[in-house]
């Protein structure tokens, strides 16, 4: 459906709106974490409070240019849908995971973490295999519930609030590379000045997270438009940051240069999201048309 130039420079002016508080809001947090440390404990909420800016930015921007809300995309939609948003990250984070140990590029299993996860969870009496097995499985079903709180307040702005909105003025393929731009420079502040990477040059670490970040848009813009829900985004954000960030990162131990192949700023990753997103933009003739 093609918009005529008052709709389309209306649509600009509301995106251009939203950026700029999610940035403003950001800002806050970017102090904070960069000051105070990224991913220590105690200051974890200042990395949370992070991901609600842009689903704040996407509220604010819809109450100040008097949209319902309903149009962010909160219908559940069809369940395959969701179903395949949390099974994709397992999928190519698993396969890249088991290439990197079996090639050697980095270890299975660091013993410290299964030990310190088994006397944890009270486990210290099963093998360490097992307790992998049933960690893996716990972790993947019930941190769900924990990472997907997150990964709304940024799913709100960006999936809900972003992608249909550019899908309507510039179609897939730009949306997808747009907001994968967007996404990624957001994130910049956090891997120059913080503790937001794992120890590979600056250079490397962002052009494997830009990489990762624009191609997985390609899934999420696909998966946002043809279910026109916005769980789709939070499922597979969810999905993508519990099983790298606890389990399969945390699980694997350093041969000498494994940085540089795994976890969000190696090349592991930014290989399978260019693998799998090239898969979704053939896919591209078949989404519906955005609502």
């Given at each position: 459906?093609?918009?005529?130039?008052?709709?389309?420079?209306?649509?600009?002016?509301?995106?251009?709106?939203?950026?700029?508080?999610?940035?403003?809001?950001?800002?806050?947090?970017?102090?904070?974490?960069?000051?105070?440390?990224?991913?220590?404990?105690?200051?974890?909420?200042?990395?949370?409070?992070?991901?609600?800016?842009?689903?704040?930015?996407?509220?604010?921007?819809?109450?100040?240019?008097?949209?319902?809300?309903?149009?962010?995309?909160?219908?559940?939609?069809?369940?395959?849908?969701?179903?395949?948003?949390?099974?994709?990250?397992?999928?190519?984070?698993?396969?890249?995971?088991?290439?990197?140990?079996?090639?050697?590029?980095?270890?299975?299993?660091?013993?410290?973490?299964?030990?310190?996860m088994a006397n944890s969870l009270g486990w210290s009496d099963l093998?360490?295999?097992?307790?992998?097995?049933?960690?893996?499985?716990?972790?993947?079903?019930?941190?769900?519930?924990?990472?997907?709180?997150?990964?709304?307040?940024?799913?709100?702005?960006?999936?809900?609030?972003?992608?249909?909105?550019?899908?309507?003025?510039?179609?897939?393929?730009?949306?997808?590379?747009?907001?994968?731009?967007?996404?990624?420079?957001?994130?910049?502040?956090?891997?120059?000045?913080?503790?937001?990477?794992?120890?590979?040059?600056?250079?490397?670490?962002?052009?494997?997270?830009?990489?990762?970040?624009?191609?997985?848009c390609f899934i999420y813009t696909w998966l946002r438009i043809q279910?026109?829900?916005?769980?789709?985004?939070?499922?597979?954000?969810?999905?993508?940051?519990?099983?790298?960030?606890?389990?399969?990162?945390?699980?694997?131990?350093?041969?000498?240069?494994?940085?540089?192949?795994?976890?969000?700023?190696?090349?592991?990753?930014?290989?399978?999201s260019i693998v799998v997103g090239f898969m979704f933009w053939r896919?591209?003739?078949?989404?519906?048309?955005?609502?």
């Amino acid at each position: 459906m093609k918009m005529d130039n008052q709709s389309k420079n209306q649509t600009i002016k509301t995106i251009f709106t939203f950026l700029s508080i999610t940035f403003l809001l950001s800002t806050v947090f970017y102090y904070l974490i960069i000051a105070f440390g990224a991913n220590s404990g105690e200051f974890r909420p200042y990395s949370q409070g992070l991901m609600w800016c842009p689903g704040i930015a996407a509220l604010l921007t819809m109450k100040i240019y008097k949209r319902n809300i309903s149009e962010l995309g909160w219908n559940w939609g069809n369940t395959r849908f969701q179903l395949m948003s949390y099974g994709i990250p397992l999928a190519y984070s698993l396969i890249t995971y088991l290439i990197i140990w079996m090639t050697g590029l980095g270890g299975f299993y660091k013993v410290e973490f299964v030990n310190s996860m088994a006397n944890s969870l009270g486990w210290s009496d099963l093998s360490p295999y097992l307790s992998i097995l049933f960690y893996f499985i716990l972790i993947g079903i019930v941190g769900m519930i924990d990472f997907s709180a997150y990964a709304l307040g940024e799913e709100i702005g960006w999936r809900g609030f972003l992608v249909p909105k550019l899908y309507k003025i510039s179609g897939y393929t730009k949306t997808s590379f747009i907001t994968g731009i967007i996404w990624s420079v957001w994130h910049y502040p956090l891997i120059i000045f913080s503790n937001y990477n794992n120890a590979t040059p600056i250079w490397y670490s962002l052009t494997c997270f830009t990489v990762m970040i624009i191609s997985s848009c390609f899934i999420y813009t696909w998966l946002r438009i043809q279910s026109n829900s916005l769980w789709t985004g939070v499922f597979l954000h969810a999905s993508h940051n519990l099983f790298i960030q606890r389990i399969f990162t945390p699980l694997t131990t350093d041969t000498g240069n494994t940085a540089f192949f795994m976890d969000e700023f190696g090349a592991g990753l930014a290989l399978a999201s260019i693998v799998v997103g090239f898969m979704f933009w053939r896919k591209r003739h078949s989404l519906i048309e955005a609502k």
